[in-house]
């Protein structure tokens, strides 16, 4: 009797909107982060979010981190964030007035002291230096 043909595998779900993984890494693909991460929003690169990496940025020239470094990664890329990604947006230093979360804050111009969530982007506010606020309570 003829072996029965196995049922195929179903095709696996594309991560929500996948990067193609430059040179060097895991390979596949990344999916794009979620929000901003700690590192310069000036330039695309890849973001450590598990693994002896952790809270890594790596130039997207440089390849995605490997796998035994770390084991989920996210791809950053400015040119998709609201804005334009606001330039370098370095993290405050120190507690801002913004609510808990990720916001922009400008700390001078004409809207000095305001917040502005990251989904907003900066490049229509009035603000001469600004920050990113990342409070967690």
């Known amino acids: 009797t ?10 696996p779900t594309p991560s929500p909107n996948p990067v193609p993984t430059p040179t060097g890494g895991g390979g596949g693909t990344v999916a794009a982060c979620a929000s901003v991460p700690p590192c310069p929003t000036d330039a695309s690169y890849f973001y450590c979010q598990a693994g002896s990496n952790f809270n890594g940025c790596r130039p997207a ?19 998709t964030q609201p804005g334009g990604g606001g ?3 370095a993290a ?11 916001f922009f804050y400008c700390v001078s111009g004409r809207e000095v002291n ?8 900066v490049s229509t506010w009035a603000c001469d230096d600004i920050c990113l606020s990342d409070k967690t309570a």
């Open 61 to 79: 020239a440089a390849g995605a981190f490997p796998t035994a470094a770390c084991q989920q990664q996210c791809f950053f890329d400015p040119s």
């Open 87 to 89: 330039g370098d947006v």
């Open 2 to 11: 003829p072996n029965p043909t196995p049922n195929p595998s179903p095709a």
């Open 92 to 102: 405050c230093g120190f507690v801002s007035p913004c609510p808990i979360g990720q």
């Open 114 to 121: 305001g917040c502005r969530p990251l989904a907003q982007g």
